[in-house]
């Protein structure tokens, strides 16, 4: 296991079309995390999973964005109707649950809406 | 809006020098984590302190908080190039899965 693994790592799309990232988390690992970053910010909190299960989205989450993780395995983060304003790096972070000790981060997906 | 804000947001210094950032924040805390990020990557874990923990130690990095002044600071001894990065804290509350991130310090280290 190589850590958290993020695809694509770079996206470009057309203002109004659908995009869909995918995370493959730590294995042993049954939380996983995202989050958006914009240039010169840290991180914000979008969502998070507990095995399948959604456990919190933040307010920052618009209905045009969706997160799911089937089979508590990996998890792919699809937004819908893209706009300018979603151009962000948006980053995985996997963890165990007991014994927390801090995130995991993959790479990142870069997205750029043009 | 994020929690935690670090100071400063950007320093530069000379290798072989000490690096010292620092985090404030607002609310009560169970720990408080510090993650590198290189430009363009994913954060890396650096350190993990509770808050019952006054310091703690690792490699060069050496963390203190203050819980009464909703405080921590950061700082990297005997800096190298290779520390170029921006410095980010993380707050966590109980059992919570998210953590609130500050908008990091830019950490410059000339060879």
């Known amino acids: 296991d190589t850590g958290v693994s993020q695809n694509p790592r770079h996206k470009i799309t057309k203002r109004g079309q659908n995009v869909t990232f995918r995370c493959d988390p730590i294995?042993?690992?049954?939380?996983l995390y995202w989050y958006r970053q914009t240039l010169g910010q840290g991180p914000e909190f979008l969502t998070y999973?507990?095995?399948?299960?959604?456990?919190?989205k933040s307010r920052l989450l618009s209905d045009r964005f969706s997160a799911e993780r089937p089979k508590g395995s990996f998890s792919t983060l699809e937004i819908q109707r893209t706009e300018q304003g979603d151009s962000a790096m948006y980053l995985c972070?996997?963890?165990?649950?007991?014994?927390?000790?801090?995130?995991?981060f993959g790479s990142g997906t870069r997205l750029t809406v043009v | 809006s994020q929690q935690g804000e670090e100071d400063p947001q950007a320093l530069s210094i000379q290798e072989g020098e000490n690096a010292t950032m620092n985090c404030s924040y607002k609310?009560?805390?169970?720990?408080l984590q510090w993650y590198r990020q290189n430009s363009g990557r994913g954060l890396v874990h650096l350190i993990l302190?509770?808050?019952?923990?006054r310091e703690k130690h690792s490699g060069r990095l050496r963390v203190t908080l203050d819980t009464s002044k909703k405080s921590s600071s950061l700082l990297i001894t005997a800096s190298r190039a290779a520390d170029t990065a921006s410095y980010f804290c993380?707050?966590?509350?109980?059992?919570?899965?998210?953590?609130?991130f500050g908008d990091g310090t830019t950490l410059t280290v000339k060879p």
């Open positions: 609310t009560s805390i169970n720990n």
């Open positions: 294995s042993e690992h049954n939380r």
């Open positions: 993380a707050t966590h509350l109980g059992n919570a899965g998210k953590s609130t």
């Open positions: 972070a996997s963890s165990l649950m007991f014994q927390w000790n801090g995130y995991t």
């Open positions: 999973f507990q095995n399948e299960a959604q456990l919190e």
């Open positions: 302190i509770r808050s019952n923990e």
